[in-house]
């Protein structure tokens, strides 16, 4: 069975600071990696995917995760906060088999909070 | 034009009353998902349907029944509610089943039951 694991259900950054939100996975079959976020009131939006291929991935509002299979992690990461970033961040997995049916499994969530 | 539409946005209802939540997707995707999101922000699938068949079926209470009239709309119905249905309900459409499709989510349903 699949499962996600977020380190820290609340980070706290300055503005203008590194962002790092971690995840680590469980997949018996090569993972399809995901990054949601979602803003307050909101529904999710998609950050950035990992399917297969480059190992380093770019999302939407300069964040990144890079998928390390031996570690296996999928930490997000942005260099400099803003104050727009404030948001719940997931962290979720799927499986790439031919019976996949899209299900995602979605981590706990971590909140990021963005200081003045 | 919002892609991924939910109504009610909030419904407040007692206790072993009947409701529905309505979704529809102007983006001519073939599939279409239920998710619930508890108190905890914890976001779980509930239910997938790939052109008006279900695919997807998580250990759900049989009080909930999906419904998919056509290819853009997915509802859920909730039989004798309970406070343990309270949670935010999200509907999300893909172009397709398999995940390497982004997933769509609509802006979702804070059901409360008192």
């Given at each position: 069975a699949q499962s996600v694991t977020q380190l820290g259900s609340h980070v706290s950054v300055s503005e203008g600071a590194l962002v790092l939100l971690r995840c680590n996975y469980s997949s018996s079959v090569p993972p399809y990696l995901f990054w949601y976020v979602q803003y307050p009131n909101q529904g999710l939006q998609l950050l950035l995917k990992y399917t297969t291929g480059a190992t380093l991935v770019k999302g939407i509002n300069g964040f990144e995760a890079e998928f390390k299979k031996s570690?296996?992690?999928?930490?997000?990461t942005k260099p400099s906060a803003h104050m727009s970033d404030a948001a719940e961040y997931f962290c979720a997995v799927s499986d790439s088999g031919s019976s996949n049916t899209g299900k995602l499994i979605f981590g706990q969530g971590t909140t990021l909070q963005v200081k003045p | 034009d919002t892609a991924v539409s939910q109504t009610p946005k909030y419904l407040v209802t007692q206790m072993g009353n009947d409701k529905s939540i309505k979704c529809e997707q102007n983006l001519g995707h073939d599939t279409m998902y239920w998710y619930k999101q508890d108190s905890k922000k914890f976001l779980k699938i509930m239910f997938s349907y790939n052109n008006k068949e279900l695919i997807i079926n998580e250990?759900?209470?049989?009080?909930?029944?999906?419904?998919?009239?056509?290819?853009?709309?997915?509802?859920?119905?909730?039989?004798?509610?309970?406070l343990g249905d309270s949670a935010v309900y999200f509907c999300a459409s893909s172009r397709g089943g398999a995940p390497v499709y982004e997933q769509y989510f609509g802006p979702g349903t804070r059901l409360t039951v008192t």
């Open positions: 570690e296996t992690s999928f930490h997000l | 250990t759900v209470p049989n009080r909930f029944s999906p419904k998919s009239p056509d290819k853009a709309h997915l509802n859920l119905h909730i039989n004798s509610l309970e």
